[in-house]
């Protein structure tokens, strides 16, 4: 049985596509979003005036929303907080994901900067409350010699983003993050075990599957994502396991000949790490994918020789927790929305990881698309006023994130962390 039945609405002219989902254990066999009806179209110039209203607030609905369901296809951060956000302006909002269990990001600390914690807090203060707690804030950080591990400059900004931007950087483990935007959801707008073989009919299908996302291939753009021509290797250890000198409580980077060093130690007993290495500074070597761990180890030892806190750091890792990948990125596509199709985070524009924004854009969208779904006189109204605040955002992050440690000036991150950010990526000094 399919998930959707097969009486179900005629898929727009842009996106002529059948659908349905496959059930890992068996098939579906809820049927009820094949069976609404989409509302009318309207003018392309509409912009709702309620949206100024409703980003002032709580996010509480200004009127009655344009659909009344929707698919979100991802069940990672992007996908849960969007299904949060939409949930609560009335929109029920049903989550489908390839595993059989929440996860991902397994070996990784991410950091929710000001314009992430923005849109979490405006979806559910509680939320945000609860990832403080499971992380730290304001965490100091430096750029540091990679050999020595010498201080070579503070960035101080990361310790007052609060004071500045009103909203602060916290740094939290991936799964913690996962799991707590998962318990702010029911169990029955959770289902696990489907995998998306095709476009889904339904009155809004929001496609939260990451940057190799079905949703986008089949109904938007089938580019690829775009190799950078590096391989990063990253874990998370209890940091006890390194008693380095060199190591401080708080985020060290280090860059020089085509090799990088991040690491955040002191995450309630956690030190994360992520070496990379250009495939240019090894003439190519590194492009070979490790066999298994071990080998994988090996080879990070022998390309960070001199570095001697990168070393340490390895060493004192187990082999089995090493993750390795290449740099993957994906351009910000022109367009996000198609009929009843739209796009949020990676799936539409997969940022390199050096800027940390990768999950605070996914939360800012699921944000912005919920207030407009629940201020705009229509849906394509809404995701065209979804698209024209989002895609200038992206496309500026994107650009900054394509060079690591690069100077980004102070307009950038005003920008993009102020409260209401109205400023024409134009006005932003691209320095």
């Known amino acids: 049985m399919l998930l959707v039945p097969s009486v179900c609405l005629p898929v727009p002219d842009c996106c002529k596509k059948s659908a349905w989902f496959a059930n890992r254990r068996g098939f579906g066999s809820s049927g009820k979003y094949g069976l609404c009806t989409l509302r009318s179209a309207g003018c392309r110039a509409c912009v709702p005036a309620a949206v100024a209203a409703a980003a002032a607030g709580e996010m509480d609905a200004i009127r009655k929303p344009v659909v009344d369901k929707a698919v979100i296809v991802g069940g990672g ?3 849960l907080a969007a299904a949060i956000q939409l949930r609560k302006v009335g929109i029920d909002a049903q989550v489908y994901e390839r595993s059989t269990r929440l996860s991902g990001g397994e070996g990784t600390i991410i950091s929710v900067c000001p314009n992430g914690s923005r849109a979490l807090c405006k979806a559910d203060p509680e939320i945000l409350a609860k990832i403080r707690e499971a992380g730290v804030v304001g965490m100091p950080a430096q750029v540091v010699n990679p050999k020595s591990g010498e201080q070579l400059t503070s960035l101080e900004m990361i310790e007052h983003m609060e004071e ?3 909203q602060p950087v ?3 483990l991936w799964k913690n993050a996962l799991n707590i935007l998962s318990e702010a959801l029911d169990d029955d707008c959770k289902h696990m075990g489907y995998e998306c073989l095709d476009v889904l009919q339904a009155p809004l299908v929001i496609g939260a599957d990451g940057i190799h996302s079905v949703i986008r291939s089949k109904v938007f753009d089938p580019t690829p994502p775009r190799d950078h021509g590096r ?8 940091e006890h ?3 380095d000198l060199g190591l401080k409580v708080g985020s060290m980077l280090a860059v020089g000949n ?3 060093m991040f690491v955040t130690n002191g995450v309630h007993g956690k030190l994360y790490w992520a070496f990379s290495v250009t495939d240019e500074s090894t003439d190519g070597r590194i492009k070979v994918r490790s066999k298994d761990s071990a080998e994988s180890k090996a080879r990070l030892r022998e390309e960070l020789k001199g570095w001697d806190v990168a070393l340490n750091i390895l060493e004192a890792t ?4 090493i993750l390795e990948r290449r740099v993957l990125d994906l351009p910000v596509l022109p367009e996000w929305t198609c009929g009843r199709f739209a796009l949020l985070g990676d799936a539409a524009h997969a940022v390199m990881p050096w800027m940390g924004q990768g999950a605070n854009l996914a939360f800012e969208d699921g944000f912005e698309l919920a207030l407009q779904l629940s201020s705009a006189s229509n849906l394509r109204c809404a995701l065209e006023a979804y698209e024209k605040h989002q895609i200038p955002r992206a496309q500026l992050v994107s650009e900054y994130s394509q060079s690591m440690g690069a100077p980004v000036p102070q307009s950038f ?7 209401a950010p109205s400023s024409s990526p134009n006005q932003v000094l691209l320095e």
């Open 258 to 260: 085509g090799r990088a």
């Open 164 to 166: 500045t931007y009103g």
């Open 241 to 243: 396991l390194c008693s």
């Open 413 to 419: 991150y005003d920008f993009l962390y102020r409260e």
């Open 318 to 321: 187990d082999a089995e927790l």
């Open 170 to 172: 916290i740094s939290i």
């Open 77 to 79: 951060l992007g996908g």
């Open 231 to 238: 391989t990063i290797w990253r874990a998370v250890i209890d």
